[in-house]
């Protein structure tokens, strides 16, 4: 099992940038596959990005290519996303996500454990 802290959001306004982080708790979080996902008031959790147990696959959905990107370090138990070019409609909670397989998750059902969510604003 693992538990997921996130930190980094805040206010920031239109054209910043926002690095979020997440730690991860106990000694095996290289065997974990991770994501960020976000929710915004009245809408569903969405894919934002994700990263592969060793870093070497990495996926973005449409709204995040080119101006996100995700990093991993496993020796410190961290995920990071790094995102420029921050819009309104990026404001949302930004969730980090780990699940316990190989290859790449896009959806919400494909992780199995979640943190408790980090707010963004971009305020125009």
């Known amino acids: 099992q693992v538990q997921l802290v996130e930190s980094g959001g805040g206010l920031v306004q239109t054209g910043g940038s926002l690095r979020l982080s997440c730690a991860a708790s106990g000694r095996t979080f290289s065997s974990y596959g991770m994501g960020w996902f976000r929710q915004a008031p009245g809408k569903e959790r969405q894919f934002v990005a994700a990263?592969?147990?060793?870093?070497?696959?990495?996926n973005y959905a449409g709204s995040a290519k080119g101006r996100c990107t995700i990093s991993r370090d496993n020796a410190k138990n961290t995920v990071h996303l790094q995102m420029d070019s921050l819009k309104p409609e990026d404001t949302a909670v930004y969730y980090c996500a780990a699940r316990a397989a190989s290859w790449i998750g896009v959806t919400t059902n494909a992780y199995d454990y979640w943190g408790q969510g980090t707010q963004v604003t971009v305020s125009s």
């Open positions: 990263i592969s147990r060793s870093g070497g696959d990495i």
